[in-house]
């Protein structure tokens, strides 16, 4: 089909409500990205202004995955250029991984906004005559022109009537570009302006502004850090911030010691811990960006992330001694329980109503902590070498069946809902049922848990090719409010987001999902973390095996 025609198509689709209109969008996104060398149709002026024209009304969100999917793949200069139009967070994943010709890279650099070629800076794979003319560009980036440039150099009142504060900074900026380019005009013929600074520095400061973008750095060289984002977590194998500076900057909180990865090989490159706090206009409460400082990382924390993707407890923890603490704890829990059992139950007499409450209340909380300290000794015996698993089947159907009854309540209490299908015909699963349903249960606990208002989480249970096998698998699609942290921040042992929330893991979302992994490899399975789902894989019983369910 020519591309008029699929353009046609995808033009008579409704775009009446703001679903509709997000598909259509992504749609039209997608079929310019497939338009070939050769399709030079006349309506491709009108399909980049029906999307310019509804940008706004797409979520960022929708933007920022669609760029996202163009990421490593060809396409055309002019669908680059359109969404380096948009922000910062939403072109980043692009920026970082478009491909174009050599030849297009050189016409497009022109046309493009600062911001946008400040983040092309960080890219290693750049052909070395496109590195050149981004280089060109280093100068002119850093203008301030205009009206506010104009009303600078003459020295008059400031613009807004509450930018006092504001001008100062201004006038510094100002100062500090006047002498990069004088800089730059007595070394015109060396193209690493940062190359003198030889020594690593230990700590600068730094602003964003209100789209989250470095727009100024002191005590540091310029180039590889004015464009970084503080708005979006740096994608897997990326450079940038880490979730939590980025949460902070959507919710305009401060926060402290954030990770950041600096690329090259220069005196910022490296890792940071870096802190800000928000700042706004005094006169009309409006956010104007980020102020704060970096400083390199103490000897204990990079021996914390360095311990993070190995084991579950970090190096200050040995398991032998936590399955020593697990013992302590498992027996005063359960003689609590028990207890509460008895008062619950009137096994000793009748008990008034608010104390039968009270004792369920204890029981559900305790019977909580029972199953944290559960799978605190399940990761210590994973870890150990020491997890006896039984040589027996788990009817997968029937627990899936029996565990979406609970989580389905759960749904309902957040106004959410699970939606399961399952495919006919499945066997068994080669896991006992105990292992089988800790992790069906920590699964539908990190996902449904998560659920916004109206969500709906959608899950599936088949037979999935694995190589030249199949395996059995649950997958289930990533709540939206986990749709953006990677493999590495989700597995982190530390990561829950939100806080709690009703039937969570007691020990946190990395932990849950660290242990589900880890003990899916131990039965012969594994836990695959996507960008939209989460998939767990299990080995399949042999025909005539029986099941438990």
Not at 125 to 154: E, R, T
Not at 470 to 489: K, N, T, V
């Amino acid at each position: 089909m020519r591309f008029d025609d699929r353009f046609a198509t995808v033009m008579a689709l409704p775009a009446d409500n703001p679903s509709a209109r997000a598909a259509k969008w992504r749609q039209l996104v997608d079929l310019l990205a497939q338009r070939g060398d050769g399709d030079e149709s006349t309506q491709l002026d009108e399909a980049y202004a029906w999307l310019e024209a509804r940008r706004i009304e797409i979520d960022p969100a929708t933007r920022r995955e669609a760029a996202r999917a163009l990421a490593g793949r060809a396409i055309a200069p002019d669908l680059f250029a359109f969404f380096a139009r948009d922000h910062a967070s939403v072109v980043a994943p692009l920026a970082a991984g478009a491909r174009l010709e050599r030849e297009d890279w050189i016409r497009l650099l022109p046309s493009l906004t600062p911001t946008a070629r400040a983040l092309l800076r960080h890219r290693r794979d750049l052909d070395p005559k496109v590195a050149l003319a981004l280089n060109s560009f280093g100068p002119s980036d850093f203008v301030i022109s205009g009206a506010v440039a104009a009303g600078i150099g003459a020295g008059g009142p400031p613009a807004h009537p509450a930018a006092e504060a504001g001008e100062a900074q201004i006038r510094d900026l100002v100062a500090r570009i006047e002498a990069f380019r004088q800089q730059r005009a007595t070394r015109p013929s060396d193209p690493f302006p940062d190359r003198a600074q030889a020594d690593a520095i230990e700590a600068f400061r730094w602003e964003a502004g209100a789209d989250g973008v470095v727009v100024w750095v002191g005590d540091a060289p310029r180039g590889p850090l004015v464009g970084q984002t503080i708005a979006s977590i740096a994608e897997q194998g990326h450079f940038g911030v880490d979730g939590q500076a980025a949460g902070a900057f959507e919710k305009r909180s401060p926060f402290r010691d954030a990770r950041f990865k600096v690329a090259g090989s220069g005196p910022a490159a490296g890792d940071w811990r870096i802190s800000g706090v928000p700042f706004f206009d005094p006169a009309t409460g409006s956010f104007l960006g980020y102020r704060g400082s970096a400083r390199r990382p103490r000897v204990d924390e990079i021996a914390r992330a360095q311990s993070a993707p190995d084991t579950v407890f970090g190096p200050n923890l040995p398991a032998d001694s936590l399955r020593q603490l697990v013992h302590e704890l498992r027996t005063p829990l359960n003689a609590i329980v028990g207890f509460a059992e008895m008062i619950d139950g009137q096994y000793m007499g009748p008990a008034g109503a608010n104390y039968r409450s009270r004792a369920a209340e204890i029981m559900d909380q305790a019977s909580r902590l029972l199953s944290a300290v559960d799978d605190l000794d399940t990761a210590a015996r994973i870890e150990t070498s020491r997890l006896s698993l039984d040589e027996s089947t788990t009817d997968v159907v029937a627990l899936l069946c029996r565990l979406h009854d609970a989580y389905e309540r759960v749904a309902s209490q957040r106004h959410s809902r699970i939606a399961i299908e399952i495919a006919s015909g499945l066997p068994p699963a080669r896991v006992e049922l105990g292992a089988a349903e800790r992790m069906f249960a920590r699964m539908l606990a990190a996902t449904i848990g998560l659920a916004k208002d109206g969500e709906t989480i959608s899950a599936t249970l088949g037979m999935d090719p694995v190589g030249a096998s199949r395996m059995l698998c649950l997958s289930i699609d990533r709540p939206s409010a986990i749709e953006g942290p990677d493999e590495a921040a989700l597995l982190d042992p530390g990561y829950s987001p939100d806080g709690d929330w009703p039937g969570a893991p007691a020990l946190g979302l990395g932990f849950a999902l660290r242990l589900v992994r880890n003990l899916a490899e131990a039965v012969g399975g594994a836990l695959h973390v996507g960008m939209d789902r989460f998939s767990l894989y299990l080995p399949p019983a042999e025909a005539g095996e029986r099941s438990t369910g």
